[in-house]
Structure formats: C-alpha cells, structure tokens
C-alpha cells in the first residue's frame, strides 16, 4: 500500500550539490503517518544509512552526512527530500527512500517499503 519513487540523480563533479526527491504513492494512511529514510548502497556492500525524518520533522543523519546533507518531508505532497552538498566521489552509490510505520529508524531491516533506487555518480 506504499509506492515510493526516488528522482533526481545523475552525475556530478565533487563538490556539487544535488537534491534527491522520493515521491510517495499511499492507498490508506497519510503520509505523516510513515517516518522515512535515506539508505545508499555501493555494489557488494550493505545498504548504509544516510538520513531518516520523522513524522514530525525531527531528523538524524549518518556521521558523514552530517553538515552536509539535509533530509525534509512535505506531509501535504506526499514528498521528502535529500539535498546533498559538497559532494565527494565516496558519496557515489544508489540511492533510497524508505518507510515504515514504525519509528524513524538507521537500521534498514527496519522498513518495509522501498523505492526502486536511484543512482548518484560524483567524479573527482
């Protein structure tokens, strides 16, 4: 009953910004209902926590996207963000927007539903 969609991505050089969007389709609760997450992952590694919002608006972020990432919802659009800043080529993986109705967590076995993924490249 949850559909999200990641946009946004692409290539970029280091130092760049780019802001990620997931896009939320729901067929019963509202979107404040669900806390979310960002979660990346490189080819061969686990998916690693990035950011995660909670209903409403408290945020925590990984120790490398602190001070450089910024994670915000809009509960009337169906919609939350990723803004990322300065940007290094180890930020180079997929991307994903993820939700749950438990509480906003940094682990990702902890939400049920996932979007597609969407893939972030930054060049030295």
């Known amino acids: 009953q949850v559909q999200l969609v990641e946009s946004g991505g692409g290539l970029v050089q280091a130092g760049a910004s780019l802001t990620l969007t997931c896009t939320a389709s729901?067929?019963?609760?509202?979107?404040?209902?669900?806390?979310m997450g960002w979660f990346r992952q490189v080819p061969g590694g686990d998916r690693e926590f990035v950011a995660s919002i909670s209903w409403t608006g408290h945020t925590w972020y990984s120790d490398d996207a602190q001070g450089r990432f910024t994670v915000s919802r809009d509960n009337a659009k169906n919609m939350a963000w990723l803004e990322m800043n300065n940007l290094r080529p180890e930020d180079t993986a997929v991307y994903y927007c993820a939700a749950d109705l438990a509480g906003p967590s940094f682990r990702a076995n902890e939400y049920k539903w996932w979007g597609q993924g969407i893939q972030v490249t930054v060049s030295s």
């Open positions: 729901l067929s019963s609760r509202p979107w404040s209902d669900y806390p």
